[in-house]
């Protein structure tokens, strides 16, 4: 058996990487680490943190293909992030305009979660602690 200790990082490709970079630093409130443009790919790649820890790679390539997010396809399905305070959390990124799915309990654990998404429509979860 293989003895994964953590998870490294999440890559994502967008679309736009102004924009994109905007919304994960600015709106999500993710710290950049490090910025490189891989000229020979035409590519940005941008690291940010969550605090202290490295947690996605942000990369721009020329025309990538879009994301298929409804129906539901096979493969990652969405990123879900802890919040506090799930009502301060969406009044924050209506504040943004982003919208955002009605909060709803997991019926699991009794927390309360939500989604909405990113730039280029991939799926994100705010989930209460």
Same mark, same amino acid.
């Given at each position: +058996?293989?003895?994964?200790? /953590?998870?490294?990082?999440? #890559? ?12 994960? *630093? !600015?709106? @999500?409130?993710?710290?950049? +680490?490090? !910025?490189?443009?891989?000229? &020979? ?5 941008? %690291?940010?943190? @969550?605090? /202290? ?8 390539? $020329? %025309? ?6 409804? $129906?539901? #396809? ?5 990123? #879900?992030?802890?919040?506090? =305070?799930?009502? %301060?959390?969406?009044? +924050?990124? *209506?504040?943004?305009?982003?919208? *955002?799915?009605?909060?709803?309990? %997991? &019926? ?8 909405? *998404? =990113? $730039? =280029? /429509? ?5 989930? !209460?602690?």
């Amino acid at each position: +058996m293989l003895h994964i200790s /953590n998870i490294h990082h999440i #890559a994502i490709i967008c679309s736009d990487y102004e924009v994109s970079k905007k919304f994960y *630093t !600015e709106v @999500l409130g993710f710290r950049v +680490m490090g !910025e490189y443009y891989r000229a &020979e790919r035409k590519s940005y790649k941008l %690291d940010l943190a @969550l605090g /202290n820890r490295y947690v996605i790679e942000l990369f721009s390539f $020329p %025309d990538p293909p879009p994301r298929v997010s409804q $129906p539901e #396809a096979r493969g990652l399905r969405h990123l #879900a992030f802890e919040v506090t =305070d799930i009502e %301060d959390s969406v009044k +924050m990124l *209506t504040s943004y305009g982003i919208k *955002t799915e009605p909060i709803r309990i %997991d &019926e699991f654990t009794g927390k309360r979660f939500t989604f909405f *998404t =990113d $730039p =280029d /429509n991939l799926p994100l979860e705010l989930y !209460e602690s």
